[in-house]
């Protein structure tokens, strides 16, 4: 079976902090992808990073990096700098199989 | 770039009624996407369009849901008969293609049954 599993169902941060998100996901395929998404409470969801099982390097986008660590089967988000406008859901996804997995996410708020 | 476009934005229906989505992809995206998100939790994937084939349904409740994609671009998703506990947003996203690439999502629709 394949699954996402974010344990931390809301977080705080203070403004201009760094933030961790933990996903662990757990799958036996050897090729997979994981991706983070951003979820305003407007609704819509919005594509943030993405590690291929396969790559070296953590993924780093602007202020978004991936903490891809194979081993522990763990990919958690880190935000560099919090911004009000971090504040939303974030949710950890994993593609393997033709199959595309969300786990249960995680509220941030950032405090001013 | 247009983005992915869904309607209706909001629907409110009572329970035995039947329903319908529409989605638009981006232009050009050969994988199509509708998932289902029940208040509280991630989303679940529905079903996966490859062009106008279908690469995986294994998660759609085909006794009452049905999706399908016209031509390779639009798609719709059905529900009939609906159930108190289909009331949930229902995304479509579009990508280049399978697996590594990004999803980009629509706004949602909104069902409400009673």
């Known amino acids: 079976a394949q699954k996402i599993t974010q344990t931390q169902p809301g977080m705080f941060v203070q403004e201009k902090e760094a933030v961790t998100l933990d996903c662990t996901y757990d799958?036996?395929?050897?090729?997979?992808?994981l991706f983070w998404y951003k979820q305003p409470s407007s609704g819509e969801m919005i594509f943030l990073i993405y590690?291929?099982?396969?790559?070296?390097q953590n993924a780093t986008e602007g202020r978004y990096s991936l903490n891809f660590q194979k081993a522990r089967k763990s990919a958690n988000l880190v935000i560099s700098a919090s911004q009000l406008g971090d504040s939303a859901m974030y949710f950890c996804?994993?593609?393997?199989?033709?199959?595309?997995?969300f786990g249960t996410g995680t509220s941030l708020t950032v405090i001013p | 770039e247009a983005g992915v476009a869904q309607s209706p934005r909001y629907k409110i229906i009572e329970k035995r009624q039947s329903v319908a989505f529409w989605c638009n992809p981006i232009?050009?995206?050969?994988?199509l996407y509708w998932y289902q998100q029940i208040l509280g939790q991630g989303p679940k994937l529905l079903i996966q369009?490859?062009?106008?084939?279908?690469?995986?349904d294994s998660q759609l409740p085909k006794d009452r849901f049905s999706a399908e994609r016209l031509k390779g671009v639009d798609s719709t998703l059905k529900i009939q008969p609906a159930k108190l506990e289909d009331s949930a947003v229902y995304l479509c996203?579009?990508?280049?293609?399978?697996?590594?690439?990004?999803?980009?999502f629509g706004p949602g629709t909104r069902l409400t049954v009673t």
């Open positions: 369009f490859q062009n106008n084939g279908v690469v995986d």
């Open positions: 996804a994993m593609s393997g199989g033709n199959q595309f997995y």
């Open positions: 799958t036996s395929d050897p090729s997979y992808g």
């Open positions: 232009s050009g995206h050969a994988t």
């Open positions: 996203a579009s990508s280049p293609g399978q697996g590594a690439y990004e999803q980009y």
């Open positions: 590690q291929g099982s396969y790559d070296q």
